[in-house]
């Protein structure tokens, strides 16, 4: 079978099949009773397994086979399901996505799946001839429908898929397949047999069941692909003469019709390609705007109006498409903290909140590895053994929360433990002994500095290393990280009680709204969320403190940075503007020629030596064709005096 043009989605579909499956098998070891969790695992197995067979890929079916035999051991249990059993299915799920990923690197699945299945017999009694056939799979084209309804209840299904399907077989094995969960299948166009060569558009299936026809159309008009679904009870008069007709594959049909909901998987590359569009419709919006406001034609306010409304509500829509639940990177935690607490031999209860906060795909891409770094240093480094929690008063299972939720442009993900907290003496003796803080200076650290100073480069208070943490790498590369998308982390703890890390990132990194300002004639965007206010410098008094100018306001004393020399290539013109920008716990004065007022900017990315070494996060083309240039707000706090790369108007 030629699968070049279908191989997309069933790389696409496998993935998420794997994630779904792996959390919820975590999900049965946790509740072993959850009949409803060990459906979707049956339900989930026997798509991907049908899907693998479809597309050829013989390996992954044959494991995700036996892997059912396991699966239906455990859901004909009533106890706890082993620990064993669970690291073999958990290590079958490794084998099945590295499989994908290398069938998506050169085509080939690359697996050996019988060491596995050895592992997973083990689990399992050798079965009677009976009980082998029974676990085929679904039947194929039956001779006797009749005789296989048993004087059951006999719903027949007829479900039309797209005409732009990409994979008919493989949507017509879930068609069936969902059939099945509402009953017994006893015969089906095309057979099971047949399946791999099918290329129509129309599959019929007859269900013994006791369930209503609606339910059973409605499951099969929820498979993708599926444009229509009928369903009706059919006498056993009908059953009797759609014996021949499933034997020479005949249409048939039923009274009934559901719609159903459809989808389109649309590729990332199209996404982004809109959104570039999108900002090319928001910079013509304003140069029209601009053009306007310069003349006087009957009319024209209210076509702009028109234009400015109707294609805000557009790049609205188009932003809410990129947006994605951040569940999509939260998913991968419970197989994480599983694997972890066991190395690790501590006890983790795993809380999830806000799964469902939305953010745009690329900001959710980047933000996976992150969080893994601070969901390994909460496990090594705060949370406790059992035996260290009981001692001090705790439960002996600690707790691991991970939150997402909006704050207004920006989404907070927090990750919190109720471990032993952040000791400022330890990092205190540490840095002093790396040289980093004189020791006179330990007695007085505390709690702010400490955490501060574990975002040092190379920094760990770990004496051991290990492949989890403690190479000094992780709190520094996760500020690194956040940095890059714009936004923030903040980490807090008490000791004893436990340390929470907050990430503050921006719900989109393809439009802001910005303050925009001169600088020596040059454009500079500063982010509006992290503006303060802006002041005329002639309003306040400026001090001389060691040599650095301080503005004096009356909530404070604040450093000034000279934007032209932070930026130029000399020294500016004495500036006449303020614009108060705010750090993660501190704050600034930056010194502009000119304030020029609020925009909504579609950012483009600079080449990533030019940002790093001029502290920009990218630039941004006005209505005029000038570059206007995103400034860094956290580079600025950086005093280091770069000069500003040139760039040409467009």
């Known amino acids: 079978m030629e699968n070049s ?9 496998s993935r998420e099949h794997l994630q779904e499956l792996n959390l919820a098998i975590i999900r049965i070891e946790e509740v072993p009773a959850d009949h409803e969790t060990l459906d979707e695992i049956f339900r989930i197995a026997h798509s991907l397994k049908g899907m693998s067979a479809t597309m050829g890929f013989s390996g992954m079916a044959a494991l995700t086979h036996a892997m059912e ?26 084998a099945l996505e590295a499989s994908v990923d290398l069938i998506e690197t050169d085509g080939s699945e690359g697996i050996q799946p019988e060491p596995l299945i050895e592992r997973l017999r083990g689990l399992i009694r050798e079965r009677t001839p009976e009980q082998a056939a029974e676990r085929t799979g679904l039947p194929v084209a039956p001779v006797d429908l009749a005789e296989r309804a048993d004087g059951r209840r006999v719903v027949m299904v007829t479900a039309k898929l797209s005409d732009d399907s990409l994979m008919p077989s493989v949507r017509a094995f879930m068609a069936i397949q969902a059939a099945d969960e509402h009953g017994e299948v006893i015969g089906s166009v095309p057979g099971i047999d047949v399946l791999e060569s099918f290329d129509g558009r129309v599959v019929h299936v007859w269900v013994a069941t006791d369930n209503d026809p609606d339910a059973v159309a409605q499951a099969v008009a929820g498979v993708p692909d599926v444009a229509e679904a009928n369903a009706a009870e059919v006498s056993f008069e009908a059953v009797a003469i759609a014996d021949a007709e499933v034997a020479e594959h005949e249409e048939v049909k039923a009274p009934k019709k559901h719609a159903a909901a459809s989808t389109v998987r649309v590729d990332a590359e199209r996404l982004d390609q809109l959104m570039h569009y999108i900002g090319e ?36 829509m188009v932003m809410q498409v990129r947006m994605v639940p951040v569940e999509a990177v939260f998913l991968r935690f419970p197989r994480l903290i599983r694997d972890l607490s066991s190395k690790l031999g501590k ?19 980047a933000l996976g590895d992150p969080l893994v770094h601070l969901v390994r240093n909460s496990l090594d480094h705060g949370l406790e053994p059992a035996t260290e929690r009981i001692a001090a008063g705790k439960p002996a299972t600690g707790t691991l929360e991970i939150s997402a939720r909006h704050a207004g442009g920006n989404v907070i993900i927090t990750v919190s433990d109720d471990g032993r907290g952040i000791d400022p003496q330890k990092v205190a003796k540490r840095a002093a002994e790396r040289g980093l803080i004189p020791a006179e200076a330990i007695e007085s650290f505390d709690m702010a500095r400490a955490a501060e100073m574990l975002f040092m480069a190379g920094f760990s208070t770990a004496t051991v290393t290990s492949d989890i943490s403690g190479r000094g790498v992780g709190m520094d590369a996760v500020r690194t990280a956040i940095r890059e998308l714009g936004g923030e982390v903040i980490l807090t703890s008490e000791l004893g009680q436990g340390t929470s890390a907050q990430i503050r990132l921006p719900l989109t990194l393809a439009i802001i709204n910005a303050l925009l300002v001169e600088v020596d004639d040059q454009p500079v965007a500063i982010p509006i969320e992290r503006v303060e206010r802006t002041v005329r410098l002639s309003d306040h008094a400026v001090r001389s403190v060691a040599g650095d100018r301080m503005l004096v306001m009356s909530d404070g004393v604040l450093p000034i940075i ?7 290539r000399g020294k500016a013109p004495e500036a006449a503007h303020a614009v108060l920008v705010r750090g993660q716990d501190r704050r600034l004065a930056l010194s502009v020629s000119k304030l020029i007022g609020q925009r909504e900017l579609v950012t483009r990315p600079l080449p990533a030596d ?21 400034a860094d707000c956290d580079a600025l706090f950086d005093t280091a005096i770069l000069p500003l790369p040139a760039v040409a108007a467009a």
């Open 562 to 568: 000279e934007a032209g020399e932070r930026f130029g």
């Open 610 to 630: 030019v940002a790093e070494q001029a502290g920009l996060s990218g630039g941004a083309v006005l209505s005029n064709g000038q570059i206007a240039l995103i």
């Open 347 to 365: 006890q983790v209860d795993l809380s999830l909140v806000g799964q469902d906060t939305e953010m745009d795909r690329t900001v959710v891409e």
């Open 281 to 316: 419709l928001v910079l013509h919006r304003t140069e029209v705007e601009a053009v306007a406001s310069q003349v006087d034609v009957p009319g024209l306010s209210q076509a702009v109006q028109n234009l400015t409304r109707t294609s805000q509500a557009l790049q609205a």
């Open 69 to 94: 035999d396991v699966l239906e051991l455990i859901r004909k249990r009533s106890g706890a399901v082993e620990h064993d059993a669970v690291d073999v299915l958990l290590a079958c799920l490794d």
């Open 5 to 13: 043009e279908y191989l997309p989605m069933f790389l696409a579909e």
